[in-house]
């Protein structure tokens, strides 16, 4: 199974919005997709996760400005970002797993895209 290929980081200011994009093979139909992030000194936390029926979690700190969706061909997940704070500069990785919840156990992650966003 290949590994998840993120893209779309980047640097925007404080305010913009950017969509990150994770790539899989297909193998990810009936899989549990995820976003996480991670800032420098701070552990890696989930930004939003997204389930084969297409029921969707979000983490507190990004509820009413990120969106995560995936294609109908359930091989790329998005997290479309708004209003975009200092604090949600870290790198961001996807991840896939047959079971939501089980990312850290039995999931297979992606390299990440770094998001930078500035005052």
């Known amino acids: 199974q290949a590994r998840p290929v993120e893209s779309g980081g980047g640097s925007v200011q404080s305010g913009g919005s950017l969509r990150l994009t994770c790539a899989t093979s297909g193998y990810t139909q009936t899989y549990c997709m995820g976003w996480f992030r991670q800032a420098p000194g701070k552990e890696r936390e989930e930004v939003a996760h997204i389930d084969s029926d297409g029921s969707t979690t979000y983490a507190d700190s990004v509820k009413g400005r990120f969106t995560i969706s995936r294609d109908n061909a359930k091989t790329t997940t998005y997290l479309q970002m708004t209003s975009l704070e200092v604090e949600d500069t870290a790198m961001y990785y996807c991840?896939?797993?047959?079971?939501?919840?089980?990312?850290?156990?039995?999931?297979?992650w992606g390299q990440g895209t770094q998001v930078t966003v500035s005052a």
């Open positions: 991840a896939a797993a047959a079971l939501c919840g089980y990312f850290d156990r039995f999931g297979e």
